[in-house]
């Protein structure tokens, strides 16, 4: 009988242990490499091919990786403005944020809205696609705190903002400058660095023109940082 039950527990620990395990050294040993190399590709940039495959629509890549010292101080600046303003200071999750949100959900009655972290929106940028689902942000959350350890906030900056959708089929600063601007990433100008950092919600329905109210919020808050 205790032989059966100690055969039952090495099932178990084959078929759930040992895959998890896999599974969370795959995506150290992928931090590691992103430390210091930039990315073949992400999880959202294979959905929205795939995405395009399905529907047989055209689907055109745009990306052009460039380091942090390519990118305009001011786009820079923006998108930490726009999208995390306590970025430097928390370590994964801004937990003042949450609890905000927690709040403001209490008060409305309604479901609390995002509160993701630069980092947070990194993870699932790298690692999955934009589907909500339980699963995806229990997994997000635990990658979150490796990420932070093993890539530092400039690596972390640096990767999100080569990354991240701007428009169909358009990743990262360089592309987004030259497809919306014609400019590239380094001499963006304060004011677009803005509005472009204002469609990173809804890259895909927003356009800089139209960003004229928020894109002023986001150079409040720049300001309000000392940028």
Same mark, same amino acid.
């Given at each position: ?92 999750? +801004? ?5 905000? =949100?927690?709040?403001? $959900?209490? #008060?409305?009655? /309604?479901?609390? *809205? ?76 304060? +004011? ?5 950092? =204002?469609?990173?919600? $809804?890259? #895909?329905?927003? /356009?800089?023109? *139209? ?17």
């Amino acid at each position: 009988m205790a032989r059966n039950k100690k055969r039952r527990r090495l099932r178990w620990y084959h078929w759930l242990v040992l895959p998890i395990a896999g599974f969370y050294t795959l995506v150290l040993l992928s931090l590691i490499y992103l430390r210091y190399l930039p990315p073949l590709t992400t999880g959202v940039q294979m959905q929205r091919r795939v995405e395009a495959m399905l529907s047989g629509a055209e689907y055109e890549k745009r990306y052009h990786y460039l380091p942090l010292s390519g990118i305009s101080d001011n786009l820079e600046h923006a998108v930490v403005a726009a999208e995390d303003t306590r970025f430097y200071q928390h370590h994964g999750f +801004d937990w003042v944020e949450i609890r905000k =949100a927690q709040e403001d $959900a209490r #008060r409305r009655g /309604t479901a609390p *809205r995002g509160a993701s972290t630069i980092t947070q929106q990194l993870v699932k940028n790298l690692y999955f696609t934009t589907h909500r689902s339980v699963v995806r942000k229990g997994l997000e959350a635990t990658i979150t705190p490796l990420a932070e350890r093993v890539l530092g906030k400039d690596r972390i900056l640096e990767l999100y903002l080569n990354v991240i959708e701007w428009g169909p089929g358009v990743y990262g600063a360089e592309a987004a400058t030259e497809y919306h601007y014609g400019v590239p990433a380094g001499e963006l100008s304060r +004011d677009r660095a803005a509005r472009l950092a =204002a469609i990173i919600p $809804a890259p #895909r329905e927003r /356009t800089p023109e *139209r960003m004229d109210g928020y894109a002023r919020t986001v150079q409040a808050r720049m300001r309000e940082m000392g940028w």
